[in-house]
């Protein structure tokens, strides 16, 4: 540790930089890399969010992360952390999540990610049903060029569920002190604002057909019993025929407009999409519709759903000057640099709210860490 410390450099100002979409701030992190503000791999990443922004790009080859460039451009808001940790730059992933996001339970867990020798894409280890649903599960002999990863989930802002809840910032502090030991380990700390209040964008997506209803037994996951590997060996295969077929049809109708000369197997899938099809031109115009979006929008129905919670005033005045504030004083030491995203574009976070909570978690950061830097990037963009 003190070897790495002594070649790594220090801002005078802890940077803080906001960005609009989450996945925009992996270039400023890379750059802290390239600087040697971070240690080129195995940071510490510590993530306030409502959701966990751990899945992977489906069809991305492993070898992209070896583009920083190619990477950016591959990357989306759900997907933009595991590719960093897969190329060694994050080891320690720290989801710290408000009690209304039911992705993953608290938990620690420690994985491989790797390179999948058949398919060259990347894949992990993990059996959490949030990974195993997505498809992105693999046994570790199916894995090359594996790193080991490990995911810890915290939940903080108990009073939200039962106002006599109180969290416990002693077991949060010492949880942390295992990453952080040292008063000098660099650690990256990043903050979606929807933490403090969010939507599900998806709820009212053509509701005039209730459509997000409609596509839950479409995508519907069963999740297997077992934590045995071949069993979810097995389960990641079926997931995955499921998912790819949903998205071959989907992506003819985005491509063709109708199912009209759709080559694929007149399956159960099939008719359940060729219904939802019928009802959707039956109420709005073919100009109104994304079939992309759809899919996207069925993706999320796993067996768990997105968030959505609009937190009243009061509720958001206390979970940033009470329990955001604490977090803060439970940090074993400041952070290298601070990541924001504001997640307001695609109203993940609230639009009417968004600039409210990003003063108040502004002023936190700034009575905490006193010298800080602030950057708004996503201001910068829209003069380009």
């Known amino acids: 540790m003190n070897n790495m410390s002594s070649t790594l450099k220090y801002f005078k100002k802890v940077p803080i930089y906001i960005v609009e979409p989450h996945d925009e701030v992996l270039p400023f992190i890379y750059r802290c890399l390239g600087s040697k503000h971070l240690p080129f791999e195995g940071n510490t990443f510590v993530h306030l969010d409502s959701h966990p922004d751990m899945l992977i790009p489906k069809t991305m080859t492993a ?45 620690v867990t420690t994985f491989l990610i790797g390179k999948h020798k058949d398919n060259g894409l990347i894949r992990l280890t993990c059996p959490e049903p949030y990974f195993v649903s997505e498809g992105l599960y693999a046994t570790p002999e199916e894995l090359e060029n594996t790193r080991e990863v490990t995911l810890h989930v915290m939940t903080i802002g108990g009073f939200i569920e039962d106002p006599m809840k109180k969290d416990d910032f002693t077991a949060v502090s010492s949880a942390l002190r295992q990453y952080l030991p040292e008063r000098n380990t660099p650690y990256i700390l990043d903050v979606d604002l929807d933490f403090f209040s969010t939507k599900n964008p998806f709820k009212t997506l053509y509701d005039r057909v209730n459509l997000y209803d409609k596509l839950a037994p479409l995508y519907a996951y069963n999740r297997p019993d077992s934590t045995d590997p071949e069993i979810l060996k097995e389960a990641t295969v079926v997931r995955n025929e499921q998912l790819n077929e949903l998205e071959k049809l989907f992506g003819y109708l985005d491509e063709h407009r109708s199912l009209q000369g759709y080559e694929g197997a007149r399956s159960a899938r099939y008719e359940a999409v060729e219904l939802i099809y019928l009802e959707l031109i039956g109420t709005y115009k073919q100009s109104e519709i994304d079939w992309k979006i759809i899919h996207d929008a069925g993706c999320t129905r796993d067996d768990t759903d997105l968030p959505h919670h609009i937190t009243t005033p009061n509720d958001l005045d ?38 409210q909570i990003q003063i108040g978690v502004l002023d936190e950061l700034r009575q905490r860490l006193e010298e800080v830097d602030v950057r708004l990037a996503y201001q910068e963009e829209e003069t380009h």
């Open 63 to 107: 070898d992209t992360v070896l583009d920083k460039n190619l990477l950016f451009s591959e990357i989306s808001i759900e997907n933009w952390m595991l590719p960093a940790a897969y190329a060694g730059h994050l080891k320690h992933l720290i989801w710290v999540k408000p009690p209304w996001a039911n992705q993953m339970v608290d938990s």
């Open 318 to 355: 206390r979970l940033i000057t009470g329990t955001f504030r604490s977090f803060l004083a439970a940090l074993p030491a400041p952070p290298t640099i601070v990541t924001i995203a504001r997640s307001s574009e695609d109203e993940y976070c609230p639009s009417e709210v968004v600039d």
